[in-house]
C-alpha cells in the first residue's frame, strides 16, 4: 500500500504544479491532506516494537522483559539473559508448534527454526496463534508475520518444506548443523529440536535426524479425540529413542474402536493443545536455563486432570542403528560422568545449603526431590505406568516387539561388558 | 481510513468533471486507479470470516468448526452446539484472562463478558494474547478487536470497569443479572464465572457476588514467581467459598522470603500463564458439557511437573453471611438430591454399559473412576494435600483460623439437624 500512497502524493504534486485555477487548487489541497491522513492511519496500524540491545530487569511499563528478568531476582533462574544464546527448531507449525513458537518468542529466545509444508485453513481456527486473515498463507510464513511482530528480537528463520522427503530431509539436516548464530557451539547449530507433527512417519525421520547428530529433542503429541496429550524428552543413547519403544500415549478411556474409523476427521481443542505447548515449552525452558526438573515423558489425561510421567531406557535391540551407536558411546563414557558426578557431590557436600535448589545438576533431579514425589515417576519395566498405552493396538505392526527387560543402570565394568557385548549382539 | 479514501475518491470525480486539459485528465485518471487499489489493499487486510449460521461437522478446510464438531462423533461430547447457548464472565483480561477469551472464543461459546479497567503494555508482551501493537489500548477494547476477527460468531460484552470500586460492582452485578442472551434461561444471566484476577480483593468481590447470586464460579490463580498455578471450582453452598478457607496454592519450593520483598516486580512466564488457563478452559468446557470429570481445585507445580488435587466442603463458620445462607439451603435440599440419585443409580443399572461414559451425571463423576486414579484425589481434613500451602504464611490476616473440621455428609437426618444448627448458632 505503502508504495500506491508515494505515488498518489507525487501525482497530486506534480497536478498542483500545473494548474492554476483557485478552485481546482482548493480541491488539491484537500486531497492532499486525505492521502496524508490515509498515510498516517497505515503507519499507525503497523506500528512495531523496536528491538532491544540489552535485556533489562528494569521495571517500567515499557520494558517488554521486565516480568521474566524477575525470575532471575526471584531465584528461579541464575541467568536469564542466556536465553538468547539459543537455536530450538520447531517441526510441524500446528495447533501445539504454532504456540510453542509464540511462547518462546514472547520468552525471547535467540533464534527459531520453523519447519512446515501446509497452509492455513479455516479448519484450524479452533486452535490458538493463527487467524482468520492468515488463510492461505503458508503457516511458516503466517507464522513469520505474526511473530515478527511480537518479538523483532528474535532470529527467526522459515522452512517450508516437508522434512518426510528427501529434498526435505536434506535441506532439514544441512539447517541443523548450520552454526552461523553461534559459531563455537559445540554439537549441531541448535540446542533443542521440539517435534510437533502429527504422524508417525514425521516422528520417526525427526528421530533419525537427532539420532544421527546426537541432538537431544523433545517430542509432543495429541491424542485424536483431543483429550489427552504428552510431551516427552529424548536424549540420544542415554533414554529411549523414538524407535526403541513403540510410541506410548496416555488413555482417554475412549473406546480405541470409535477412533480408528476410516476416514473420521480428528478432534482438536485449543484447551489440550494449549496445555501440551505450555508443559513442552516449559520443559524446554527448565532444559535451556537449567532450572526445575525436566520431565521425562509427561502425560496428561483431559477428562481426569490425571498427569502421569516416566522414564524410558534404551532398547539394546533397537532397530535404529544411529541410536545403537548412540548406546554404545553412552556406556562407554560412564567413567567420566562417575567422576564428574562424585566430583559435583564432593563439591556439594561442603555447602549443602546452598546448592541444594540451584545446584548445576544437568537435569536437576536429585534423589531426595524424586522421593519427595506422590511417587508416580517410575522406571519403565515390564508394566507401563498408569494411565499409559501403546499408540496402536496392534504390536505386530513394529519391527521389535515392545521392551520388556531394558537396559538398566551399569552397576560395574563387568556389566558395562556385557551390556556393550548385547548392543554389538545385533 | 474508509472515510479518508472515500473523500478523497469523491474529490477525485468532482475535479475530473471540472477540468479540460487532457494531460491534467491523464494524471487524475492515474491518482484514481492508486487510489481504488488502496481500497483494494485496505479492503483485503481486514478480510473477516463471515458469521456462520450452525455449527456443521462437515470435513472441509473451510469449516472453522469441523474438529470442535468432530468431539461428538468420537463419543467426548454428547451435544456440542449447546456450547452455542452458554455465557462466560471473564474477571481479569491478563495473562491467564485474555488467553481464556480466545480459547473460548475459537470453541464457539456463545457469549463472553470481559471485565478489566487496565491497559496493554510493553511489559505484558511475555504472555500470550496481546499484540506490541495494542499498547495503550484497554485491555477490553484490545481483547474485543482480536477476538471479534478470530470469531465474529461469539457475542463479546466488554467492561471496561475496577469490580472493588462501589460503582464498578453495581454494574458488574447487573451485567451478571441481564438475562437478554438466555432469557428462559433459570439462575443469574451467566453459566459461569472465570476469576483470573492478581489480587486478594478482587477475588473476594467475585467471591461476594457468586454467593449472592448462588452462581457457580472458577478461581484461577498464578504465583508471584511464576512457577506455580492453580484452579478451583466454586459451587455456593456445595464447596468451600473463597472466604471459607485461607487461599490456598501450589508450592514451588522457592523461599517465600524471596517473594514478599517490599517492591519486587511480579515473574510472569507465557508457559505457566498457557497452561493455567488451558487447565481452566478445560474445565469450563467439561463443566458446560457435561463430559469427563470436573476438577475441584487441580495445581502446578512447574519444577517438578506435579498437579495436586483436592476437595473442599464449606465452613460452617465462614465469614461471608451469603455464604452460610447457600449452605443451609444445600443441606435442606439433600433429600430432593438423594432422591434424583436413587432414581439415577435405577436407570443405570438397568443398561449399566451403555451409561458407564456418558452417564448424565452432574459432574461425571462415579466411584469407580475415582478409584481408578493415583490416590492423589484427596478431601480436605486439617492437613493439606503434599504441595500445597497457605498463600499467605500468618494466619492471624484472617477473620477465621483455617477449617480443620470440616462439614462432612449428612448421614441422616440427625446429622442435617445437627449441621443446621452449626450453621444458626452464628
Redesign the interface.
Known sequence: ?EV??K??LS??H??KK??SDP??LA??E??HL??E??AT??KS?????SKVKDMSAE??????????M??Q????VNNYERIREFSVAIVGIGGVGS?AA??LT???IGRLLLYDYDKV???N????FF???Q?GMTKTDAAVQTLS???PDVVLESYTLNITTVEGFDTFMSSLTNKSFQPTKSGSGVDLILSCVDNYEARMVVNQACNELNQTWMESGVS????SGHIQLLIPGETACFACVPPLVVA????ER??KREG?????????M??V???L???T??YLLK???V?RY?GYN??????P?MEMKPNSQCSNTACLERQKEYILAKPTRDAAAKAKADIEALSPAENS?HADNEWNISVV?DE???G?DVKISGALP?GIVHELPVADEYPKPPVTETVGPADDLEELRRQLEALNAD
Chains 1, 2 share one sequence.
Open positions: 500500500m500506491e500512497l505515488e498518489l501525482d497530486l506534480s497536478l500545473s494548474i478552485s481546482h480541491l488539491i484537500k486531497m486525505h492521502a491522513n490515509i492511519l497505515e496500524g503497523t506500528t512495531r516494537r521495571v517500567v511499563d515499557s520494558n517488554p522483559y521486565s516480568r521474566l524477575a525470575l531476582r526471584m531465584g528461579i504456540v509464540e511462547m514472547r520468552c525471547g485453513e479455516l479448519a481456527m479452533n486452535r490458538l487467524r482468520p486473515e488463510v511482530e511480537i518479538n485424536e479425540d483431543a483429550v482417554s478411556g475412549i473406546d470409535t477412533l473420521v476427521c480428528a478432534a482438536s481443542l485449543p484447551t489440550t494449549g496445555v505447548a505450555g508443559l515449552v516449559q520443559n525452558l527448565k532450572f526445575g526438573q520431565s509427561l483431559a477428562l481426569k486432570d490425571y498427569f510421567t535448589v526431590d519427595e514425589m506422590d508416580s498408569e
